[in-house]
């Protein structure tokens, strides 16, 4: 599913992202990519839904080559990568339905298709009764939930989830976690970007360690140690 060979990122002057990093996440797994800050997480993240462009080696998404990917095929690949962000992304003044929406509208997506796709993402997140909310309505938690619903209106093949639980209390963390666990069970792949050891424990999933912009460790079913 997901392929890195030998990919760095570097920044002028001379400040490494990643450095080398080679990995295979199969399709169905849900891995997370834990390190303390600095150690190259987001840049990780950002290499596989193409906001980056990796200095050296190779990205393969689904067979797809995307090492050196055009921008007008960014599109097209973030449609089989759902992205998930610390700070929701939302927009301030659509409802709960129509933040969702829009993510399809932007994709030319009919309207009849719209209104079969929005309510049943909402139902996957348990928030079949906020549609008409406006975010502020809404608590951390559930900011995220539509943010995570609006990742999945293209039936992504991977979500990437990058500090999903960085602004949310220990409780709300746990329902997002145990959300993107049962969206994995569907068979998406989830690749979780956290500094959180205590979720990480808590999934006993596969568990790569960054520091310093390289792999350190690669454990399945793993613990994140300090």
Do not use: C
């Amino acid at each position: 599913m997901i392929r890195l060979k030998n990919v760095s990122k570097l920044y002028h002057p001379n400040i490494v992202g990643v450095d080398e990093v080679s990995l295979h996440i199969r399709p169905g797994e849900f891995v997370s990519i834990v390190g303390q800050s600095g150690t190259g997480k987001s840049t990780l993240a950002k290499l596989l839904f193409a906001e980056e462009r990796p200095s050296r080696g190779k990205i393969e998404i689904g067979g797809w080559d995307i090492t050196d990917i055009r921008d007008r095929d960014i599109p097209t690949l973030r449609r089989q990568i759902g992205v998930v962000f610390q700070d929701f992304k939302l927009l301030q003044k659509k409802t709960v339905y129509e933040n969702i929406a829009f993510a399809l509208q932007v994709a030319g997506v009919t309207p009849s298709r719209i209104r079969d796709v929005v309510p049943r993402v909402l139902s996957i997140v348990n928030l079949d009764e906020k549609l008409h909310r406006y975010p502020k309505q809404l608590s951390g938690g559930e900011q995220q939930r539509v943010a995570i619903a609006r990742a999945l209106v293209h039936s992504p093949k991977v979500l990437v989830a990058d500090e999903p639980t960085g602004n949310l209390d220990t409780l709300n963390s746990r329902e997002i976690v145990d959300l993107l666990s049962k969206i994995n069970e569907f068979g998406t792949t989830i690749v979780l970007v956290t500094h959180d050891r205590e979720i990480v424990n808590r999934l006993r999933k596969r568990v790569i360690t960054l520091e310093d912009g390289k792999i350190s460790s690669d454990v399945e079913e793993g613990r994140y140690k300090l």
